[in-house]
């Protein structure tokens, strides 16, 4: 019962805001995204762990080089899988991808692609298309099995999850201390969300003891109702802006995902 209790969650469009909203950190310079701006991208991967258990491997990729429409783009790639040996019990394999115009970090279009199954966790298998009008102020929700398209009202500088993530990786500069306003849709709400940021040392499995700027925040979870929660995020306090590691505190427990490798490809 006590296992069934800590995995039931959904927790993949958990995780998908959690990476998305990650990277507002202290940035000294841009000369780590000048250099990223001149390869192909860049690979970071994590494991999510509960009770020191791992649970979940996930990755989120930053790729350039695209263009629509005479607009140059990033695309920002994330999947979420769970660990083979949960076999029956606990089946995940969610994939989410955003397009953003280069030049302001707007979202153009997010697709959700959620796939699980299992004992553990509620079965879902759906393809969701968010679509950002911006010279319209508005946003269309298609999602499969559903004829009609959803609208809602799209207000100034909102983001879905992984566009919020390639503007402030990319983009966004922030110093311990200072308070994150941010608006973030997920194809669920609108959420306004206020993280709070300090300084602090912490320990990376890859880097070993490292300064970093931890933002957290206190948001609602509409997997349980909405039920409030609190995201933290770890990053070196350094201009590579490193998402060390990332938590969740759910009203049904905690998932840590740490950093296990950030690569070019």
Known sequence: MGVRMKLKWGVVPLAGILVGIGSLVYCESQEEISELKSKSGRVFSFTGTRLGIPVLKASIKIENGFSEQGKRLYWIRAVVNSMG???????????????????????????????????????????????????????????????????????????????????????????????????????????????HSKKEEVESKIYGKVEAICIESTTSFSTFEEQEGTIRIWYSADRKKIPLSMELGLPMGDIHFELDEMKDG
């Open 85 to 195: 040996y949960f076999g029956y019990f606990f089946r995940m394999n969610n994939r989410f991808i955003s397009t953003v115009e280069a030049e302001t970090f707007l979202p153009i279009r997010y697709v959700k692609e959620i796939d699980q199954e299992g004992l553990l966790v509620k079965n879902k298998n759906y393809l969701q298309t968010i679509t950002f009008d911006h010279s319209g102020k508005k946003i269309f929700v298609e999602k499969s099995g559903k004829k009609e398209k959803e609208e809602f009202p799209l207000s100034f500088e909102t983001y879905d999850p992984l566009s919020m993530f390639a503007r402030h990786y990319l983009k966004g500069e922030i110093q311990p201390g200072r308070d994150i306003h941010m608006s973030i849709f997920d194809g669920v709400k609108l959420r306004q969300m206020v993280f």
